[in-house]
């Protein structure tokens, strides 16, 4: 439903193009040409989840998939999903999926 609404279209078009980009709920808000409260209680309205929340299970998604199925390296996860270090991108990572990210790369070795 985001994807297909007005506003909220081109917010998410830039979480999902950029996901290694420092992006800011501010960013996200003038993507959608609106004030940081309207679009964060619009966003949480349609998607189910707030802009940061959001973003932050994108990356982990996109993380996921580069660990499991291209077996890339924490510290190269991290850097594509925007994180300047691997143990605050380890954190976020076992916060989304509930366990870190060495368990995707063995998951997809077995």
Same mark, same amino acid.
């Given at each position: %439903?985001?994807? =297909?609404?007005?506003?909220? !279209?081109?917010?998410?078009? $830039?979480?999902?193009?950029?996901?290694?980009?420092?992006?800011?709920?501010?960013?996200? %808000?003038?993507? =959608?040409?609106?004030?940081? !409260?309207?679009?964060?209680? $619009?966003?949480?309205?349609?998607?189910?989840?707030?802009?940061?929340?959001?973003?932050?299970?994108?990356?982990?998604?996109?993380a996921y998939r580069w660990l499991a199925d291209e077996g890339i390296s924490t510290y190269d996860a991290a850097l594509r999903c925007g994180y300047e270090s691997e143990s605050s991108f380890s954190k976020a990572f076992n916060s989304v999926l509930g366990f870190g990210p060495g368990k995707a790369r063995s998951e997809a070795r077995d």
């Open positions: %439903a985001a994807l =297909a609404h007005d506003k909220l !279209s081109r917010a998410m078009a $830039l979480i999902h193009a950029q996901p290694d980009t420092k992006i800011t709920l501010e960013m996200l %808000a003038d993507h =959608a040409l609106m004030s940081r !409260s309207a679009f964060s209680t $619009l966003f949480k309205s349609v998607v189910g989840q707030s802009p940061m929340d959001y973003l932050k299970f994108w990356r982990m998604t996109l």
